[in-house]
């Protein structure tokens, strides 16, 4: 069994929003043509604890396209595929992951968008943005 070796330029790690506020990952690539289809992601979204996410708030992250790199007029593709939700009584949330394919409509340009509905700050913790080949 060998040692499986990663692109580190397929990966986004980035760092939650502060208060109701949103951020986005690096600007995914994904080429001209009709292989857009075959891209798969992996999101990873961090534990959170009581301080980081408020009761019954929530950190919805999207999968968003564009046909321009600089992500000027972003269509959701894929709308809330994790919603972490600050469970009551103080828990805070707990991590998720999700595995997914770009449908084959999809634009040049992806990224994820996390918008924190309430007042934690989340900014100590990161998810991240993989894509898989």
Known sequence: MGLELKDTSLKSTFALANGANHVHSATFDLGPGDKVALAEFL???PVLVVAEIVDLDTITYSVEMDEDPAMGSPTTVIPAIIVQTGVHPDAGAAAA??????PTNCERYVRVTATNSGAGNASTKSAVLELLL
Do not use: E, G, P, Y
């Open 97 to 102: 992951t999700a595995r997914f394919r770009v």
């Open 43 to 45: 999101l990873s979204a």
